[in-house]
């Protein structure tokens, strides 16, 4: 009697997910009713196929319905793994304060600062699932990565129930996140403007000045700093952001400094700074201001003093009729580069730290002239070092992937957009190339091309 062996042979897939059924001689179909359905289960099997077979087309194939056309056969197929799904975090409250970037935005409507309640859920996790493993033709399992849980944690006024896997409000306050923690910072409200009966303000959360900031004054606040009114030649320091109604007129003293974000109405001979992005309603006028990202002046003029931004500028007009001298830098924002330099370091101390530990540990464990008590405390004490270091090592390699990953996220052109006139006597800088406007342009951007700055037209 005929065998398979004679009439087909098969091939497997590089990844052994599948098996075809190739056919040697072209009158396979006269002789194909000699064979079971159970002789091509068992020929497969002998070729190490045991996983996954399709029943249903070796039924065909035995009873002749299959074209010689039809060849290679599929006669198996694996299936693949199922990662499990992240655990996710779901906010119920919006703790968004950014500005919407559109032409007709309401400059007092961001100005909100999002409050809760004592007793509020704020938010609510969903956990991980597990991943499931595949098979593939040969019955060989193919690992599954299970899902990764949220880390974030409960903060400052801010409790967890497991019950629920959600996060409640301690006290009233402002609601604040991270990317690790969750919490509520308390508030501090002067209802009108400040007076030396409050005096300088040193908060941990948030201040609201529901009036003005006059002259001499100085905030500082780990939360953002919300006013209402004017801010003359003080000083405003916050961990958070700031947001100022009216406006800074500085008179030469005047400083606005934040980790955040910056709103305000307008800065006039005042020094800016903001860790994130600066948003100003009007003008901007012989001051100097700095933003790590962007500054938007959709509206007004930016006219003298030296304004900065990492990535993108944004004005209604630059410089003015007088040609007043004014300078615009992008310098292109590479604070990660630094931070990532440092944990480079860091961890290549911490990984020789590690073998310098696994030494003297192999050295604790030969050691014969030490107390017994004495030589339990010595490997406790090297074995929470040990535990310690590789925890260090951990939490630097995490910040590591989290800024590479945030430099490819946070990638972006370079811009300077100016949406009327763009005056002579402005100095454009990109990094440590500069360009002098020696004409007036109307409706341009400035990128820089080929190491050249150059403009075109919106």
Known sequence: METLHEFFNIEQSTDHMKALLHVKKEDVNSIIHQFSKSDIINFLKENHIVSGILENQIQS????LVKLEEFPLLVAEGSHPSNGKNGQIHYLINTNIDMTESSNWDFREVMKIPSVKAGQKLAAITLPTYGTPGINVRGEAIPAKNGKPVHIRAGENVVF???????????????????????????YEVKRTLTMKEGNIAFTGTVVIHGDVPSG??????????????????????????????????????????????????????????????????????????????????RGN???????????????????????????????SHTFDIELQELITKKQELEEMLKKLYIIGK????????????LKLMVLKH???????KNKLSEVNDRISEINTSKVEEECEDKLVVRKLLHPNVDIVFGKYQRSIKSEYQHVQCILEHNEIVMKYL
């Open 61 to 64: 194939l035995t009873k002749g």
């Open 161 to 187: 129930r497991k019950e629920d896997l959600s996060f409640y409000a301690a006290i009233d306050g402002q609601i604040c996140t991270t990317k690790t923690k969750i919490y509520v910072n308390a508030v």
């Open 217 to 298: 004054f100085k905030i500082t606040a780990d939360g953002d700093v919300k006013i209402f009114g004017l801010v003359e030649a003080a000083t405003i320091i916050s961990k958070g952001s700031v947001f100022v109604s009216e406006g800074l007129a500085g008179l030469k003293k005047g400083k606005v400094i934040a980790e955040e974000d910056i709103n305000i109405g307008y800065i006039n001979q005042g020094t800016v700074e903001a860790g994130n992005n600066l948003f100003v309603e009007n003008s901007i006028i012989q001051s100097n201001c700095r933003a790590q990202k962007k500054i938007y002046c959709q």
């Open 302 to 332: 930016i006219i003298g003093g030296t304004i900065s931004a990492g990535e993108y500028i944004e004005a209604k007009e630059i410089g003015n009729h007088s040609y007043t001298k004014t300078k615009v830098i992008i310098e292109s």
């Open 363 to 374: 050295k604790i464990k030969q050691s014969q002239n030490v107390q017994n008590t004495k």
């Open 383 to 389: 074995q929470n070092s040990i535990l310690q270091t």
